[in-house]
């Protein structure tokens, strides 16, 4: 069970969850035991106006809670949902438990989360024009999650995993730029979220015609295999041509997400507001799961770390607007 406090309210022995992200909150984990003064001054110094604490595991409560009901697993150990994928390639239950207000968010996002890579798996096993159109539908779920259950989006924020496979990093960026899109589009009806989500969450699809042995190199790409790699957006975008009902601004995402401000980027070296607004948008979810994904030949950054080296040291790739807008969802 949990439960919102102020700051102020704070006591030794209450296990706290703080927003993942940005905040340089000096703890190794964003879950932390106040097992201290020095601890218990430190968060309330971050004068947060709601803190999540964890009545399971705080000591403090011990007496307020029945000893037979084990603890809440944490975010990471939520398993997918089970299903028949020769019957559909998303689960019918997913629906089910996106609309379950009685559901806790942190759960809620754990499931949606977990399930939304393993269905990510199997479209990129099988990008077949059904499978496509099915995954699109169902994006339309998790854009009315996010836009009705602001609790259960930022737990979504957080959960992004940082092991890198394609799959996980398809749907890191699809979340993430989702998030930026709600807030920097909000109030105009000019902009389909739930189309401008589908390109994001399929923006890596062209990947499945790239050679597997280039995708999971534990190192340096030599030139040959770095063009073939930037093939990738061009790839995505035709594999797209053959579902004609994804409108022409999912292929555009598809296509541009490699795109730099500066005209840097592939695989058309567009620059500026050539970019399509959404592509742009897009881009800045795509270097920041990278940068904190681990990978065969690097470590992962924290999310601190990601944003301070494109602030100080990319920042002419990237919308500066927009990238500053990014910013703010780890605050």
Same mark, same amino acid.
């Given at each position: ?41 430190? *968060? ?6 709601? +803190? ?14 029945? /000893?037979?009901?084990?603890?809440? !697993? ?44 393993? *269905? =990510? ?7 077949? *024009? ?44 699809? *979340? ?37 042995? +280039? ?11 770095? !063009?073939? =790699? ?21 292929? +555009? ?20 507001? #050539? +970019? ?6 897009? !881009? ?20 601190? /770390? ?9 920042? /002419?790739?990237? #919308? ?12």
């Amino acid at each position: 069970m949990f439960k919102k406090v102020k700051a102020a309210e704070l006591q030794l022995g209450m296990f706290v969850i703080l927003p993942p992200g940005f905040i340089d909150h000096k703890f190794q984990k964003h879950q932390i035991l106040i097992d201290s003064e020095e601890k218990l001054e430190k *968060v309330k110094a971050f004068d947060l106006q709601d +803190i999540t604490v964890d009545m399971a595991k705080s000591p403090v409560f011990a007496s307020e809670r029945t /000893q037979d009901v084990p603890p809440p !697993a944490d975010m990471k150990d939520y398993v997918p949902l089970d299903w028949d994928a020769s019957k559909g390639l998303v689960p019918e239950q997913l629906k089910e438990v996106i609309a379950d207000k009685k559901i806790e968010p942190m759960k809620k996002a754990g499931i949606v989360y977990s399930t939304s890579l393993k *269905v =990510m798996e199997k479209l990129l096993d099988n990008p077949t *024009v059904d499978n496509i159109r099915q995954y699109r539908s169902s994006v339309e779920d998790m854009v009315g999650l996010v836009l009705k259950e602001p609790s259960t989006a930022s737990f979504l924020a957080g959960l992004t995993s940082h092991d890198y496979y394609t799959y996980t990093h398809s749907v890191n960026v699809g *979340v993430l730029a989702l998030l930026l899109a709600k807030d920097l589009l909000k109030g105009s009806d000019a902009h389909d979220l739930n189309e401008l989500a589908a390109g994001f969450f399929l923006h890596d699809l062209g990947k499945t015609r790239i050679d597997l042995n +280039i995708i999971t190199k534990p190192g340096r790409l030599t030139p040959g295999e770095r !063009a073939n =790699m930037m093939r990738h957006p061009n790839y995505g975008y035709e594999i797209l041509k053959y579902s004609p009902d994804l409108s022409e601004e999912i292929r +555009i995402i598809v296509q541009q997400h490699h795109e730099r401000y500066d005209g840097s980027g592939y695989p058309n070296g567009l620059k500026n507001e #050539d +970019i399509h607004l959404y592509g742009r948008l897009c !881009a800045i979810a795509d270097v920041f799961d990278a940068l904190t994904s681990k990978r065969p030949y690097k470590s992962s950054m924290s999310p601190f /770390q990601a944003l301070s080296l494109m602030k100080n040291e990319m920042i /002419q790739h990237f #919308d500066r607007g927009m990238f500053e807008k990014f910013v703010l969802l780890f605050a």
